[in-house]
């Protein structure tokens, strides 16, 4: 379930690109420093009947993002992503999940960082899983997030 306030995050995170829109991913659970987001099987298949690599890396990625828009101050900050490494556990030929979270302390330090520095970065190590929960892929990445550029901060005033 989405808590209301974090609905326009939601929203915007899957509109924002193309590429994601087209992929038909969706973000199920959202609220303050978690989300959870599943990438359907339609739609997303490849020329074996599995899951296209693709749309799996796609998945991990999105990640960042989105944990990024439900624990820092999108108005002041904006995530890129830096480095993403995804291991292919099994292959999958159902809806895949991917659920991501960051503690208050994580969250605290890297702002502080932020604060400091202009800019930070954040690792996050997860797991893509089946319909029954067996993992898939290991999704491990770093973003940065630094302070929003002038010409983008209209962008995110929906915080």
């Known amino acids: 379930m989405i808590e209301e306030k974090?609905?326009?995050?939601?929203?915007?995170?899957?509109?924002?690109?193309?590429?994601?829109?087209?992929?038909?991913?969706?973000?199920?659970?959202?609220?303050?420093?978690?989300?959870?987001?599943?990438?359907?099987m339609e739609s997303n298949g490849n020329h074996v009947g599995i899951m296209y690599a693709?749309?799996?890396?796609?998945?991990?990625?999105?990640?960042?993002?989105?944990?990024?828009?439900?624990?820092?101050?999108?108005t002041k900050y904006v995530?890129?992503?830096?480095?993403?490494?995804?291991?292919?556990?099994?292959?999958?030929?159902?809806?895949?999940?991917?659920?991501?979270?960051?503690t208050k302390e994580q969250a605290a330090e890297i702002l502080k960082e932020a604060e400091t520095n202009g800019k930070a970065d954040f690792a996050l190590e997860l797991e893509i899983k089946d319909a029954k929960g067996e993992i898939v892929s290991l999704v491990n990445g770093i973003w940065q997030f630094r302070e929003i550029p002038e010409s983008m901060k209209g962008i995110f005033a929906t915080q």
């Open 54 to 74: 693709g749309s799996l890396f796609t998945l991990g990625e999105f990640a960042g993002g989105i944990i990024f828009g439900v624990t820092f101050d999108i």
């Open 6 to 40: 974090y609905q326009p995050i939601a929203d915007m995170a899957v509109a924002m690109v193309e590429g994601i829109r087209r992929t038909g991913l969706q973000v199920v659970d959202l609220r303050e420093r978690y989300a959870k987001v599943l990438m359907p």
């Open 79 to 102: 995530p890129l992503v830096k480095e993403i490494n995804i291991k292919f556990q099994s292959p999958a030929a159902t809806d895949v999940t991917l659920e991501v979270s960051m």
